[in-house]
């Protein structure tokens, strides 16, 4: 009987604990085709800085005036191309707000304090509104504008037989050409100092993932820092605006 009340246990154990989760890691590398690999485009008027630092990719674009005069962007001629196929910075949808009412007839009935009520009309409403956004930016002198494209995902998880951990490995890193890289990025913004898009400029910015590093959660988070309001800060080591990341389950305490 004892033994049997010990193998219960043990049994019990290893179901709770094989449910916590495990999670790996992978780290997507860009580069461009800048020789100092800075995401980033620049001339003499304009600069346009990326980070892409966020699970599964959440591109945001700083944008900086470089002149003394202001410069005016026009989003309906800006687009991100990822891997051939074009995403544009602004989505011309019109909101619009829609009011019903609905009516219908109730039995009379005393209510909770006595008296005696008929009410005839029952009224309902529901609405919606939105607003266009405005398919222009104007970006003062030497100011800088921030703007986040494509909130969802810009990439998945990388999937290939090379791309699996085995058990004794903490972490590696797969390298790419940019004609073999599983995402090619193309952005591309126009821009003028007239509010009518006179003279109207167009640059063009590409990059690729050069890498993917593939680790463990432990190797992902680095070294523990300190905790803040009961939450541990850890280092982050691969931490980089040039790098965005995907966080995907691999099982319970056994890959």
Request: hydrophobic content about 35%.
């Amino acid at each position: 009987m004892k033994n049997l009340f010990k193998v219960s246990i043990g049994l019990t154990i290893l179901f709770i604990c094989s449910c916590t989760p495990i999670y790996n890691y992978q780290v997507f590398n860009n580069t461009s085709t800048d020789e100092k690999k800075i995401i980033a485009f620049e001339n003499d008027e304009i600069r346009i800085h990326y980070d892409f630092w966020a699970d599964y990719g959440q591109l945001q674009i700083h944008v900086r005036n470089k002149t003394q005069a202001p410069l005016f962007i026009d989003l309906n001629q800006c687009a991100l191309v990822l891997n051939e196929i074009a995403e544009p910075v602004f989505k011309d949808v019109e909101w619009t707000t829609t009011i019903s009412d609905s009516r219908g007839r109730a039995l009379s009935y005393f209510n909770r304090y006595g008296f005696f009520e008929t009410p005839n009309i029952i009224r309902g409403a529901s609405w919606a509104y939105t607003e266009r956004p405005n398919p222009m930016i104007y970006l003062p002198p030497n100011a800088t504008i921030i703007r986040t494209l494509l909130p969802g995902q810009l990439a998945f998880r990388y999937i290939g037989a090379e791309a699996k951990l085995s058990r004794r490995e903490k972490s590696k890193s797969l390298s790419f050409t940019k004609e073999r890289s599983p995402y090619r990025f193309l952005f591309s913004l126009s821009y003028s100092q007239h509010k009518d898009f006179q003279q109207l400029k167009t640059m063009e910015d590409e990059f690729w993932v050069e890498s993917i590093m593939i680790m463990r959660e432990k190797v992902f988070l680095g070294e523990l820092v300190e905790q803040r309001n009961n939450v541990d800060i850890y280092s982050m080591p691969y931490q980089k605006k040039s790098a965005f990341y995907v966080k995907y389950q691999v099982g319970g305490l056994k890959e």
